[in-house]
């Protein structure tokens, strides 16, 4: 049993190690020489394995001279290092006519001890892609994008716009994009306010019948929007 502030060594080669209960933690827990993949610790009861007790676990590699993770996560019944989604850079407000996609902003996201991709679901009226142009991996809020998987997930370039389907009278839209994967904490990416403007409309090949004016004779007009 793991019962109070202590060390787990994870030894030079593969480990896995199975607790039979956890009692809780004093201090800190330090799991040294751990590397992702091929050790595991499990607990055969994970009764107190709370948010607060996982906080205070600590992953180091080398000896426990190189820190890689603080604060675990349950996967299972196993402790891994806590995944942990990031975020950089602003997006600015974005403006479009009806019926047109707008032009786009951007921010990047990364991904360490990821145990899946991760899941970028944008609010309703915007659009995010993974290429500038939109051209492929492009999602909504019904149908979201994934972003990398398993592992650790290099700098990925995200960018918004408002969708060619966004209406003028839901207009200005706003709201969080929401990063998220499993047993990870969910990252908020606010948008600014955009707005959609009402496109204006244009009829060609306008015609009108002749008509006597005599105050009750209706015109027939034609044309085509």
Do not use: C, H
Request: net charge negative; hydrophobic share 35%; charged share 5%.
């Amino acid at each position: 049993n793991v019962t109070s502030t202590g060390t787990i060594d994870m030894g030079s080669g593969d480990a896995d190690l199975t607790f039979a209960s956890f009692s809780g933690i004093t201090t800190t827990l330090t799991v040294n020489n751990y590397t992702s993949g091929t050790d595991t610790i499990t607990f055969t009861s994970t009764s107190g394995l709370d948010a607060a007790a996982l906080a205070k676990i600590s992953f180091y590699s080398d000896g426990g001279s190189t820190l890689i993770a603080t604060g675990a996560a349950l996967s299972g019944n196993q402790i891994v290092p806590a995944p942990s989604i990031n975020s950089t850079g602003t997006l600015s407000a974005v403006s479009t006519t009806y019926g047109t996609a707008s032009s786009a902003t951007s921010f990047s996201i990364t991904g360490q001890w990821m145990l899946a991709g991760i899941t970028v679901t944008p609010p309703a009226g915007f659009e995010v892609s993974t290429s500038s142009t939109f051209a492929s991996n492009v999602g909504n809020s019904t149908s979201p994008i994934t972003v990398g998987a398993a592992g650790t997930i290099s700098s990925t370039t995200i960018y918004v716009r408002l969708a060619a389907t966004a209406t003028v009278g839901s207009s200005p839209y706003s709201g969080n994009i929401v990063l998220s994967s499993t047993i990870a904490s969910s990252v908020n990416v606010a948008t600014a306010s955009s707005t959609v403007s009402a496109k204006g409309l244009t009829i060609t090949g306008l015609s009108a019948a002749d008509k006597a004016w005599d105050n009750t004779t209706t015109v027939s007009v034609t044309g085509t929007p």
